[in-house]
């Protein structure tokens, strides 16, 4: 089973590789035919929670994208987050299966003036940010697509794209070699999104449009801008085709989802209607369309927006949180939900963490037989666990819910800290400590799907063999101080201290322990420096 994922500018879409167009016209939404997965989600579509059908079982296709001009914040963190929780609750839990091609917007208004005002060409610019976002997305632990597209290398088809909705008598040409869409053309069935976010429609001027809706699909080149030939003159695509273009070029001529924030649902995602469909001769393209909602720094009415210059980049907010923080951040609101950004929330996911990573050690302390308790009502827990393992599942199936996912395991652990009570003195009850390993094992396992180490094992492997390698070089540096010269003035070299030369030897093999487990100490004088290796991996990770 496999599916495949590939995502347009600021928008994850998902679509369908070997479907056609439905076949009816106007604004109602219709069923599509296919595979039931059993997940109910709200369609943008139909303004209402529909079963999530696709066009074969086992398969989904997804994409999603960002405009590379500038430092990726939170907003669009958060955007990504939750559609990549999206995604692995599809893969892990509906058994999903979702192969990822990302389209790269790397050439627009914003990343050209940009580039003006670096004095550094589009390309250098836009490739700089391109390689920043990846980083940063690994960052924060969403999985990497199988492959990039960038709207650069793909122009000729954009190109074609266009020439077709000319030829379907929806896109026409101007005299100053810009090319529109036709919104007139296709009647009533343009504004499925109108009510979902504030809009306003900008007067013709002297544009050359023939209604004040129509959008460019094309645009004439300026002096100092990149531009490509085309049957219209040198120009280059408008901002909306590179999306349809490049998802049905590579997917075909039908959407199973499209996902990207509330605030792209119009014009972006309306006018990429509006342009495939024209393409394709089709009333619905896109089955299914998600919306995440805005992050607000709190206090403020408006979204985190680079415009606005209101916003934390992701490198910034990485200096005081982690990756499992901003996750549990996100996890903590439904998907569609605007949510707020402040300490006090970042306060609340790390609480949350810290609490499933307690009890965690307090049942493998139980377990290994270090925790004494009294006797445990080990019925009562496994008819938790199988009652959570019910309501995580109808959680998840209703259109993702992650909050009521999250309450459901945390009432878990709730019960299970109720049943651990240590005590000094074992009074010979039965010990259950296999109950507590399959409720550790299945918080695990959810918040593995969900993107979250529990275990955070980069960060504690790394901090601890920091601290003892401090340590080490300390001892070691105890163990290798001089002896004061004789009182009698002897001149020959002091030597070591010979009760302090166990510890030297300690220290010694110490490091010899640890290099067959893949931690290389190496001594420099009194100092030492460490790296963690990898079999079959060439890079190493070094302090």
Known sequence: QSSVLAQGPDAPVLCRPHGGCTGHTGKKWRRPSGFDTGVQ???????????????????????????????????????????????????????????????ITDIDDKIIRRSLEENISASVLARMYEEEFQKDMLSLQVIPPAVYLRVTENVPQIVAFIERIIHNGHAYATEEGNVYFDIPSIGDRYGKFLGAVNHTLAP?????????????????????????????????????????????????????IHSGGIDLAFPHHENEIAQSEAYHQCGQWGNYFLHAGHLHLKGSTEKMSKSLKNYITIKDFLKSYSANDFRMFCLLTKYRSAVDYSDDSMTEAQITLATLSA??????????????????????????????????????????DTPRAINAIMNLVYHGNCQLHPVTKVDGAARSPAVFGAILFYIREVMDMFGIDLLNRKVRVHGVVDQLTRFRSEVRAFALARQDPPADGNLSKPGLHPERIPLLKACDALRNDLAPLGVLIKDRGTNSTWEITRKRQTVEEKN
């Not at 369609?43 to 999603?64: D, F, H, I, W």
């Not at 002297?206 to 990149?226: H, I, T, V």
């Not at 490509?228 to 590179?242: A, Q």
């Open 359 to 400: 009890f965690g050690h307090d049942a493998q302390a139980y377990m290994k037989g270090q925790l004494q308790s009294s006797a445990v009502q080990e019925e009562l827990l496994w008819e938790r666990l199988a009652k959570t393992k019910a309501a995580v599942a109808s959680a998840l199936a209703d259109d993702f």
């Open 204 to 256: 013709p001027g002297d544009s050359g449009k023939r209604d004040s809706r129509d959008f460019a699909l094309w645009k004439k080149s300026k002096p100092q801008e990149p531009s490509w030939e085309s049957p219209w003159g040198r120009g280059r695509p408008g901002w909306h085709i590179e999306c349809s273009t490049v998802a049905s070029s590579v997917f075909g001529s039908q959407l199973d």
């Open 41 to 103: 989600t709200y369609n943008s579509l139909s303004k209402q929670k529909e079963p999530l059908v696709l066009a074969r079982e086992g398969v989904a296709t997804y994409s999603c994208g960002p405009t590379v001009y500038d430092h990726a914040h939170l907003g669009h963190a958060c955007s990504y987050v939750r559609f990549d929780i999206v995604q692995r609750i599809l893969t892990r839990h509906f058994g999903i299966s979702v192969i990822h091609a990302m389209v």
